[in-house]
């Protein structure tokens, strides 16, 4: 099943963007970019992954959050590299960290559609 994303473009690089899972427009500008919205909807996607398969294995991640930081391709007009720092304000047990750290590398929709030629950089942080 298909999901409609619709975006207006308003002119002097401002664009609005509507899906039917939000009901206010997310507005993009000068000020927060395109690029800056694929790396947030990255870590979205990462840290709700890893909540979705740490509450099957019976534990939580709430609090958890995430420092994306990403470098431009030597070609530009691509992301080549995201430097990814994902912080769970507890600790885990092994077995869980292992859970939580290849959901957030392998299990993530929108990390799984990104070229595979961008190099990804992870980071675990626990006990914060």
């Given at each position: 099943?298909?999901?409609?994303?619709?975006?207006?473009?308003?002119?002097?690089?401002?664009?609005?963007?509507?899906?039917?899972?939000?009901?206010?427009?997310?507005?993009?500008?000068?000020?927060?970019g395109?690029?800056?919205?694929?790396?947030?909807?990255?870590?979205?996607?990462?840290?709700?992954?890893?909540?979705?398969?740490?509450?099957?294995?019976?534990?939580?991640?709430?609090?958890?959050?995430?420092?994306?930081?990403?470098?431009?391709?030597?070609?530009?007009?691509?992301?080549?590299?995201?430097?990814?720092?994902?912080?769970?304000?507890?600790?885990?047990?092994?077995?869980?960290?292992e859970?939580?750290?290849?959901?957030?590398?392998?299990?993530?929709?929108?990390?799984n559609?990104?070229?595979?030629?961008?190099?990804?950089?992870?980071?675990?942080?626990?006990?914060?």
């Amino acid at each position: 099943m298909s999901k409609l994303i619709e975006t207006t473009y308003e002119g002097k690089y401002n664009s609005s963007t509507k899906s039917t899972s939000n009901t206010d427009p997310i507005k993009v500008d000068l000020t927060f970019g395109p690029i800056d919205l694929l790396m947030g909807s990255y870590a979205s996607c990462m840290l709700a992954t890893v909540d979705f398969y740490a509450r099957k294995k019976d534990f939580e991640v709430n609090g958890s959050r995430s420092e994306l930081s990403y470098e431009m391709s030597a070609e530009g007009g691509q992301v080549g590299t995201i430097n990814i720092k994902l912080f769970f304000d507890k600790e885990y047990t092994d077995e869980q960290k292992e859970w939580m750290e290849t959901s957030a590398k392998d299990l993530c929709h929108v990390g799984n559609s990104l070229n595979p030629v961008i190099v990804k950089n992870y980071e675990f942080t626990y006990g914060v």
